[in-house]
């Protein structure tokens, strides 16, 4: 069974930082574009960011460009997502993803494959 298993979120003020982890059990992720997404309270999920196999091409959701970096590790099986001037906006659980196809990203769409979620809350 395919687990992608999210860690690192916390509780952090204004203008700190944090670094997400995304490990996966039972399927290497190395061969795979992953995403990062988030949900914040009452809102739908959105994208946030996405990395190619080879950490090459990456993308942004605009809130986050500047100040978010998407980067991987295929020695370690994992993805990583360093957020950095954390905004109280920045409040919600983040998920990672993959469809386990794609190599390089097309869109913001999900695939089908995400992990428990990690909250991530951000304090003025």
């Known amino acids: 069974q395919v687990q992608l298993i999210e860690s690192g979120g916390g509780l952090v003020q204004a203008g700190g930082s944090l670094r997400l982890s995304c490990a996966a059990s039972?399927?290497?992720?190395?061969?795979?574009?992953m995403g990062w997404f988030r949900q914040a309270p009452g809102k739908e999920r959105e994208f946030v960011a996405r990395?190619?196999?080879?950490?090459?091409?990456?993308y942004y959701a605009d809130a986050v460009k500047g100040r978010f970096t998407i980067s991987r590790d295929n020695a370690k099986n994992t993805v990583y997502l360093q957020m950095n001037s954390l905004k109280p906006e920045d409040t919600a659980v983040y998920y990672c993803n993959t469809d386990f196809r794609q190599t390089i990203p097309t869109g913001n769409r999900p695939g089908d494959y995400w992990g428990q979620g990690t909250q991530v809350t951000v304090s003025s």
């Open positions: 990395i190619s196999w080879t950490g090459a091409i990456k």
């Open positions: 039972g399927r290497t992720l190395s061969l795979y574009a």
